[in-house]
């Protein structure tokens, strides 16, 4: 038996593989190593899907100096910069969403936390839209506490999407207006006000095979069940500008490790994927089961009619994963 399918047999059973386990996984052959994956995935989550949406909800100026991020005031970048969007706006938008057949709908925001004027804001809007339609509601709003998470969890939010980025040995490489403890410390406080957490991280800032199995094992100490993985977009402007771009085999052997360390997970296709010469196909066949659909927050993406349609040719069918 090749040492994929041991690791995988082993799992199978409840046992977590170790981070010495996962790196002998690195050298594995590609096709081996996702067709692993792909089993373990359908064995702990079936062919249910998880697709949803984001909008921008305010952009710009935020003043942390994330260096893949076009919406730092520290960069240049040319975006649009605009202050909490209205109430109609959000609602007409999730309402849209939810026609399309898009069970969940996320509002992110830039900045390092919404005041608590703007989540009084927010909190109003989250309430109409559970008026209008059974769409899931997310919330991305940078470092709260537990008082202000929950709030938006009574106004109707369900889960809060709070990225780790990076590990914790390369987190400041990324960043260093805030740490990897600082968002750690706000997945604790949601988890504590009663919410769902989304967290994962970004690939191709630089960092080695090895940091990304570290960010998954803290995504698993953590307990964080959807895991948003983001491939770098440089953006103009930023000083990764020019970071050259992941080969497409790297993204998918790094999905293919996620779905060993997290087997229960659900594993989010998002930023990057409009980059992918399949769009992600490939992916969701390395253990994948979820994406992000439509534009991103400062990048256009791909259309939710579009994603329908590759998740059926995939065998996957739409639904909503914890």
């Known amino acids: 038996m090749d040492f994929a399918r041991q690791l995988e047999k082993k799992i199978y059973q409840g046992i977590r593989i170790k981070k010495e386990e996962a790196l002998a996984l690195i050298p594995v052959p590609l096709k081996e190593i ?148 600082d968002k750690i410390a706000a997945i604790q406080a949601a988890k504590a006000a009663g919410m769902q957490v989304c967290s994962g991280g970004i690939i191709g800032l630089g960092e080695t095979m090895e940091d990304r199995i570290d960010l998954a094992l803290t995504l698993r100490q953590q307990k964080i069940r959807s895991v948003p993985v983001n491939v770098l977009n440089p953006i103009p402007g930023t000083p990764l500008q020019n970071q050259p771009p992941l080969k497409y085999p790297e993204i998918c052997r790094t999905i293919a490790l996620f779905r060993f360390l997290l087997p229960e997970a659900t594993i989010r296709l998002a930023g990057g994927r409009q980059l992918m010469p399949d769009k992600g196909k490939a992916c969701f066949l390395s253990g994948a089961n979820a994406a992000i659909s439509g534009d991103m927050l400062t990048t256009s993406g791909i259309t939710v009619e579009q994603d329908l349609r590759m998740i059926a040719d995939c065998g996957f069918v739409p639904g909503l994963l914890e």
Do not use: W
């Not at 970048?77 to 849209?96: C, F, K, S």
């Not at 506490?145 to 490489?173: I, T």
């Open 34 to 181: 996702c067709a692993a994956a792909n089993r373990i995935r359908i064995h702990f989550c079936g062919n249910i899907f998880d697709l949803c949406t984001i909008i921008n909800g305010k952009s710009g100026r935020c003043p942390e100096n994330c260096k893949y991020c076009a919406q730092s005031a520290y960069y240049d970048t040319q975006i649009e910069e605009y202050p909490l969007l209205d109430t109609g706006t959000l609602v007409n938008e999730a309402v849209r969403n939810a026609s399309r057949g898009v069970l969940r709908y996320s509002i992110v925001t830039s900045g390092r936390a919404l005041t608590d004027t703007e989540i009084d804001d927010l909190c109003s809007a989250i309430k109409t839209i559970k008026e209008r339609c059974t769409i899931q509601i997310c919330v991305s709003l940078g470092l709260l506490k537990k008082d202000q998470y929950k709030k938006l969890m009574l106004a109707g939010a369900s889960r809060v999407h709070n990225n780790l980025e990076a590990s914790e040995n390369f987190f400041p490489n990324i960043c260093t207006t805030h740490t990897a403890a």
